[in-house]
């Protein structure tokens, strides 16, 4: 055999060795791809069984929704009834308002206003004593006259008339003249005084009886002195 053909079988074998491992590296490679596709295979298969039994796969959080809404409800119907207006939350809530006292208390005292100085009174001017009236008088009265009773039916003229006459006999015997007031007198209640007015003021009676009063002395008789009440018939005492 020639160099060339033991040259050329020697790189013969060479080539076949290299197809070998070649063909053996393709195979493991193969191998390991056919095994993850059928695995993957598997998983899908497995996925599409747990579909076809309707199960669905299991999430470890599926309870936080309905926890949330139950408490959402409770806490609504504890408003509802007004738990909260008695609880700490109600506190936290809306802050307390201070009581009236306490604040006063936290208030800076205020200064006290100054005291008014006492005002001197006025001195009092000395008013003169005022002057003091006695009198007993008769009433003759008429009809239309102030105060006149029911059964008054006379006249101005006839009481004009009657108190002339009854004048006169007073001032006869001024010491008759509660008699006098007895029999012509119409003022209610003078037959038991007998006509007496006691002491009074200046200005307590009427300006015309005390015009007529101040014209005679203590103890004379008066003519007659008319007034609204009809006509007097006056004995000054004091």
């Known amino acids: 055999m020639s160099k060339t053909s033991e040259h050329d079988k020697a790189r013969d074998e060479d080539d076949l060795e290299d197809d070998d491992s070649t063909d053996g590296s393709g195979d493991g ?3 390991k791809t056919t095994a993850a596709r059928g695995r993957a295979h598997a998983d899908d298969d497995d996925d599409e069984e ?3 039994d309707g199960a669905e796969p299991e999430d470890p959080s599926w309870w936080a ?3 949330v809404l139950g408490a959402l409800v409770l806490i609504g119907l504890l408003g509802f009834f007004g738990m909260f207006n008695k609880t700490p939350l109600a506190r936290l809530a809306a802050p307390v308002a201070p009581e009236p006292e306490a604040a006063h208390a936290a208030a800076p005292p205020s200064p006290a206003p100054p005291e008014p100085k006492p005002q001197p009174r006025p001195a009092r001017t000395a008013q003169p004593p005022r002057e003091m009236f006695g009198a007993k008088h008769l009433l003759v009265m008429y009809k239309g006259s102030r105060r006149a009773p029911p059964g008054i039916e006379r006249t ?3 009481a004009k008339a009657r108190a002339t006459e009854a004048m006169k ?7 008759k003249f509660a008699e006098l007031v007895k029999e012509y ?20 009676m009427v300006p015309e009886f005390q015009a007529g009063l101040e014209k005679i002395k203590v103890g004379e008789v008066s003519d007659l002195v008319e ?12």
Request: proline share 8%; charged share 40%.
């Open 156 to 158: 101005k003229d006839e």
């Open 29 to 31: 490679e193969e191998d």
């Open 185 to 204: 007198s119409d003022e209610p209640g003078a037959d038991r005084r007998g006509g007496d007015l006691g002491r009074f003021p200046k200005g307590a």
């Open 227 to 238: 007034t609204a009440f009809g006509y007097h018939v006056i004995l000054r005492t004091q």
């Open 169 to 175: 006999k007073a001032k006869a015997d001024p010491s």
């Open 65 to 67: 929704p309905h926890a």
């Open 50 to 52: 747990a579909e076809d």
